[in-house]
């Protein structure tokens, strides 16, 4: 067995593999063919099911809902069929309980059903001849001698309530081998009929059908009955005598086409008595279809009445069942908000009448949204007016926008309506429906769409993109300050109104604003600015007035820096002037300490290599002014240097008893300018000697070193202290000696 290759007809249906490559089961309102590779079971030769049923070999067949494997009953020891169903799937449980034990002689009787782990399973009688679909094509000669048993099966069937619903060559068995008596078996979309009650009823699974065999008030209306079952029937004859489905070669639409509007392909071929046997079973209309009596009459050669086909015409207009007044697509597509047009989709009202009367492409399009409408249903319902009539106005509020002019003058002012209209792709359904922007409309559309994308729920923002796509040379408008064309145009406006720009800047650097009009207006010199206002955002979220400032000098990094009540324009100067004084340097402490220094240097780009301050200002351990020494002479590295002084310049400790410990003092002092920092390390760590820490900075540090001597033996021990800072390296010996553990006689506690 293996799986059709036909396209699905149109997304209404999808396919489920039955084994016959041209004739698929269509299961509706999933979003991809049912998988027919995963077996319902791995049944290996001699395993039982439910105890009773020993399976003899390999699967017989694979098909979407089931496996077929030859078994043994192990009471009687008849040979049988077992299918076993996959998971979720099985046949109504008002069909099975009607067939089980029903007895025909042209029908596969259902012997036994249940569950075995957890899936059904049924146990049917074994056809030894196969299938009919095995020795196509067939003759008028031989379809005549199967025809009674066909017939006869369907009779009891719908007798006894129970419609097959998939009629169709790999469905029709042999009982034995010489294929003398034929079987109707599979009933795993069959329904059941309260004949006390109705002859025909409406189904929800009308969409699980092969297409090929499809009745259209199956399709059309969702109306099951036995006729249904009659048409399905002509068709296979056809199949069977031609060997292929009377569709071959046709694409899904046009095979839903033949059936809506009573086009099938009755070959001149045939004969004239099953020209007409074919007719009369395939009628459109179900009262004229031929049936049981009909049939049989003809088999025995009476002249039985065949209507005549339908005419289908269409005159350009129909009115539309709810609203009359719509007797157009174009019409319908403006009155969609007089009636309920979710329900007529979902229901297929919409498709059928598009079918039925105009254009079977534009139904297929609307079948598609029916789809889309079961999870996105305010998209459906936007896209729909475009697919009835794609030169229709796009409808926002009490707006009637019929081109990008009056599109743009509706965004200058957005309200609900026109958020609406985005966020639901109304917007871009009517774009791409009318192509509104000529030539460029699929690369608006594109950028549309990723920007759909990229921004989510932020409506306000694609609201804005969206002006600037429209019109990229719209000028970009800084509050009620002014607008600029270019981002360079940020100095002259700041020279104008100074401080005042900075609130409607960071709005703009904080919303995402400017990022936008920067992506959508200078695209392609715009990635290292995008780069960079990313980053700001980032950085300075709680602080919004210096990422402003940020900004400023990124775009005009020739503004100065403000400090001490001085313009600051190089980076090399204003370093040299913190560090003068101790004053100069604790505002520089501040000014660091509030984001300032960093803004500037950041903006500006003062440091042409700016990796090293980015690992530093990644680094929460630094102290502030440390890393302010550290900014400074990135910014000038001709900096002097701070001077280091460590006292004692040597440490001796002296004689040191047995387990004595002995702490003392080494004070390092910085002076000159600059910060003094670095860090301390012992020649030897295991000679009972220990400092508090190893790292220092500040113009004055107190390191604490201790000796234990309760590990040492008796003699002389020498060490060396290294400081290595900014200011350079510095060394520090020390000694100390042990004394011999003094004895202590046996009387007063000694050994």
């Known amino acids: 067995m293996r799986i059709g290759e036909n396209e699905p007809i149109t997304l209404r249906y999808h396919r489920a593999d039955d084994g016959d490559p041209v004739t698929l089961r269509f299961v509706a309102g999933q ?35 089931a496996d077929v494997f030859l078994c043994q009953d192990q009471i009687t020891q008849a040979t049988r069929v077992i299918k076993y169903y996959r998971q979720q799937a099985r046949p109504k449980a008002a069909v099975i309980d009607r067939l089980q034990g029903l007895a025909h002689p042209n029908i596969v009787t259902i012997l036994d059903y249940g569950q075995w782990h957890g899936r059904f399973y049924e146990v049917l009688d074994y056809c030894l001849g196969g299938v009919a679909s095995d020795i196509m094509p067939m003759d008028e000669i031989r379809i005549r001698s199967y025809l009674p048993g066909i ?43 309260d004949l006390a009650e109705e002859s025909v009823r409406l189904t929800q699974t009308a969409t699980c059908l ?56 009755i070959p001149a071929s045939l004969s004239d008595p099953f020209q007409t046997l074919i007719a009369g079973l ?42 009359p007044e719509a007797t157009t697509p174009a019409e319908l597509a403006v009155r969609l908000n007089d009636m309920d047009a979710l329900q007529h989709l979902l229901r297929g009202d919409i498709q059928r009448w598009l079918f039925d009367y105009f254009d079977p492409k534009q139904a297929q399009a609307v079948a598609e949204l029916e789809v889309l409408a079961h999870s996105q249903s305010q998209l459906a319902l936007a896209k729909l007016p475009f697919i009835l009539d794609p030169k229709a106005p796009l409808l926002i509020g009490k707006h009637c926008i019929k081109n990008l002019g009056d599109l743009f003058r509706v965004l200058e002012r957005p309200s609900h309506a026109v958020s609406q209209a985005w966020n639901n792709k109304a917007i871009m359904a009517w774009l791409e429906a009318g192509q509104h922007a000529g030539e460029k409309s699929n690369e608006l559309l594109a950028k549309l769409e990723r920007l759909h994308k990229e921004n989510g729920h932020q409506t306000a923002l694609s609201l804005f993109t969206l ?81 402003a400032y940020c900004v400023l000098w990124h775009f005009c990094p020739s503004l100065p820096f403000p400090f001490d009540g001085q313009n600051f324009f190089q980076s090399d100067t204003l370093a040299r002037y913190i560090i003068q004084d101790e004053a100069c340097w604790q505002k520089g402490i501040a000014y660091l300490e509030a984001g300032w220094i960093t803004a500037w240097l950041q903006g500006s780009a003062k440091i042409q290599d700016s990796g090293e301050m980015d690992q530093l200002l990644l680094d929460s351990t630094i102290s502030s002014p440390l890393l302010l020494d550290t900014f400074l002479r990135l910014m000038n590295p001709d900096l002097p240097r701070p001077r280091m002084i460590v006292q004692p310049e040597f440490l001796k400790l002296g004689n040191l008893q047995h387990s004595e410990v002995k702490t003392r003092p080494l004070h390092i002092f910085g002076t000159g300018q600059g910060y003094l920092y670095g860090s301390i390390d012992l020649q030897s760590f295991s000679e009972g000697v220990m400092i508090d820490t190893f790292d220092f900075e500040g113009k004055s540090t107190i390191i604490q070193l201790t000796v234990d001597t309760v590990n040492l033996a008796p003699g002389r021990y020498e060490n060396r202290i290294t400081i290595n800072s900014n200011a350079g390296t510095h060394t520090v010996d020390m000694s100390f000696t042990v004394l011999e553990k003094p004895t202590i006689p046996w009387w007063k506690g000694g050994f």
Do not use: C
Request: hydrophobic fraction near 40%.
């Open 151 to 193: 017939l006869a099966a369907l009779q009891y069937l719908h007798g006894e309530g129970i419609v097959h619903r998939d009629i169709k060559p790999g469905n029709l068995f042999f009982a034995d081998q010489a294929h003398q008596r034929i079987m109707l078996g599979d009933f795993g979309i069959s329904s059941y009929l």
């Open 282 to 323: 395939t009628h459109y209309q179900t009262e004229e279809r031929w049936g049981y009596r009909e049939a049989m009459g003809w088999l025995h050669g009476e002249v039985v009445r065949l209507a005549p086909a339908p005419v289908m015409l269409n005159d350009g207009k129909k009115p539309y069942p709810a609203l």
């Open 467 to 547: 002006r600037y796509l429209l019109q990229p040379a719209l000028p970009l408008h800084i509050g009620s300050l002014g607008a600029i064309g270019e981002p360079e145009a940020f100095m002259q406006l700041f020279r104008k109104h100074g401080k005042k720009i900075i609130a409607p800047l960071a709005k703009l650097i904080f919303s995402q604003r400017l990022e936008a009009w920067l992506q959508t207006v200078w695209s392609t010199a715009s990635e290292p600015h995008l780069k960079f206002l990313r980053r700001v955002r980032m950085q300075y979220w709680q602080q919004q007035n210096i990422g």
């Open 210 to 265: 092969t297409l090929d065999y499809a009745s259209p008030e199956l399709l059309n209306h969702h109306e099951i009955g036995s006729m249904t079952d009659y048409y399905a029937l002509g068709i296979t004859l056809l199949h069977l005598l031609r060997g292929r489905t009377p569709f071959y070669g046709m694409n899904n639409n046009d095979i839903l086409v033949a059936h809506l509007r009573a086009e099938i392909p």
């Open 31 to 65: 979003a991809a063919p049912i998988a027919a590779t995963t077996p319902a079971s791995s049944f290996t030769q001699g395993q039982r099911i439910a105890g009773r049923y020993q399976i003899m070999g390999e699967s017989l067949a694979e098909s979407g809902e």
